[in-house]
């Protein structure tokens, strides 16, 4: 995931909430690195990622000055250690995208939120080289039903739609986490299309069709 730049403060509008309140609300943890692995681990794996570089367990042990007996030990193995780096990139997304849209409401706000993050995403020039180089592994910690991005995306968009409707910005004629794992899912098929399908990605489509199907299901946008 990217490491998104700060969207401008937005004052509450009408059936809107506070940005920040509703990001602490919505992504446990916020932006904080994971505090179960050690800082200077975690930001050495974090700066290799950045630098599209691959996570090497030895190299990275060598680059820190411990075993790697000792990396493994303080940090979990090489797969456990990308999905901490790409979940906490995630999170800083999904914060700043929940900021940004603080005084947005209902369909307007999820799709918002949505198209930011895949937008964000798609242009993303580390993770593209992480699923070049790499796609099996990839694809399986980004979209994998064991998969921390995966259930994490999920779980903060099924917390995004309940939030909106809660303050009557949005009904669905739809359960919301079926609603939140449609959305996922659809989104990363057309992200991830080219390792996953041969195809170029298109987001643009992709947000046409998460706007399409959130205001179809809206009962707030049914015709009288």
């Known amino acids: 995931m990217p490491r998104p730049d700060r969207g401008p403060d937005s004052s ?30 975690f930001t050495a794996a974090v700066d290799a990622f950045a630098a599209g570089q691959r996570l090497d367990m030895r190299s990275l042990a060598g680059r820190l000055g411990v ?17 901490e780096v790409l979940w ?29 993050v895949v937008r964000a995403i798609a242009t993303d020039r580390p993770l593209r080289v992480f699923l070049e180089s790499d796609p099996e592994t990839a694809l399986r910690l980004l979209t994998g039903t064991r998969s921390t991005v995966h259930r994490g995306m999920a779980t903060a968009l099924e917390k995004l739609i309940d939030l909106e409707r809660s303050r009557g910005c949005f009904e ?18 057309f992200l991830y299309a080219d390792p996953i ?5 298109d987001i643009d489509r992709a947000v046409t069709l998460v706007h399409a ?12």
């Open 12 to 41: 509450p509008g009408h059936g809107a909430g506070d940005g920040a309140g509703d990001a602490r609300a919505i992504v446990p943890g916020g932006a904080a690195a994971p505090a179960a692995i050690p800082a200077e681990i």
């Open 67 to 83: 075993a790697r007996a000792t990396l493994y030990r303080r940090a979990g193995n090489r797969e456990h250690l990308l999905d």
């Open 88 to 116: 906490w990139r995630a999170r800083r997304l999904l914060v700043d995208q929940i900021q940004a849209s603080g005084s947005l409401a209902g369909t307007e706000r999820l799709v918002a939120v949505i198209g930011g």
């Open 172 to 189: 669905a004629a739809l359960d919301t986490p079926t609603l939140a794992y449609a959305i996922v899912r659809l989104s990363e098929g």
């Open 197 to 201: 399908a041969d195809r170029v990605p």
């Open 213 to 224: 199907l959130l205001t179809g299901l809206d009962r707030r946008s049914a015709p009288v």
